[in-house]
């Protein structure tokens, strides 16, 4: 079964620093990895995703994540943060086209304070 | 605009009296799913759909029932709702299958008293 660990419940960061979420998955095969953002009130908007070639994968509003297959991890990194970015992040995993595309996994949110 | 629609967006209940919690999407998408958000735990999916009367069960089916009678649409059933049913629940759609970009709705905040 596949799963997702996201270590850190909240984390606060100063707006201009660099920025770092931790993700950690667990899938037998080759995974479809996701981060999604939710601002408050909101429903999740899809930042990334990575499926295969580049491991460093760019995103919306400046973030990218790297695919480390020796560590099983994706994080999840900006190196600018803006105040704008306080919100909720959430790492996914998603079975390859071998396992079906049907499900997708969540982690449990990392929250995101920035302070001015 | 695309979107997903979800109502109510607020839901006040007591304890089994049945209730509907519609999603509909516009993009002509085959894929729809139901999650339900609680602290701590993240998103957990309820059920999928992969196409008109395609369903399955997600991770946490107990106490809900799906149909996808059309395409656009894909309505979240509590026959007898318990608060333990409480929780913030999203609709969500994408072109196939759930690792395609995933769109989300608005949410549904669902109390049971």
């Given amino acids: 079964a596949q799963s997702v660990t996201q270590p850190d419940i909240h984390i606060t960061v100063s707006e201009g620093a660099s920025l770092e979420l931790r993700c950690n998955y667990s899938y037998g095969a080759t995974p479809y990895l996701f981060w999604y953002v939710q601002s408050p009130g909101q429903g999740l908007q899809l930042l990334l995703k990575y499926f295969s070639g580049d491991t460093l994968v760019q995103g919306i509003k400046g973030f990218e994540a790297e695919f480390k297959r020796s560590q099983s991890s994706f994080n999840l990194r900006k190196p600018s943060v803006h105040w704008s970015d306080a919100a909720e992040y959430f790492c996914a995993v998603g079975a390859g086209l071998t396992g079906g595309g049907n499900k997708l996994t969540f982690g449990t949110g990392t929250q995101l304070k920035v302070e001015l | ?113």
């Fill in chain 2, 1 to 113: 605009e695309a979107q997903v629609t979800q109502n109510p967006r607020y839901l006040i209940t007591v304890t089994g009296k049945k209730l509907t919690v519609t999603c509909s999407q516009n993009m002509n998408h085959e894929y729809m799913s139901w999650y339900r958000q609680d602290p701590g735990l993240g998103l957990r999916q309820i059920y999928y759909s992969m196409n008109v009367e395609v369903t399955d069960k997600g991770d946490v089916p107990e106490g809900y029932k799906v149909s996808r009678k059309e395409k656009r649409n894909f309505p979240l059933i509590l026959e007898s709702p318990s608060p333990n049913q409480t929780s913030l629940y999203f609709c969500a759609s994408s072109w196939e299958r759930s690792t395609d970009t995933q769109y989300f709705g608005p949410g549904t905040r669902l109390t049971v008293l």
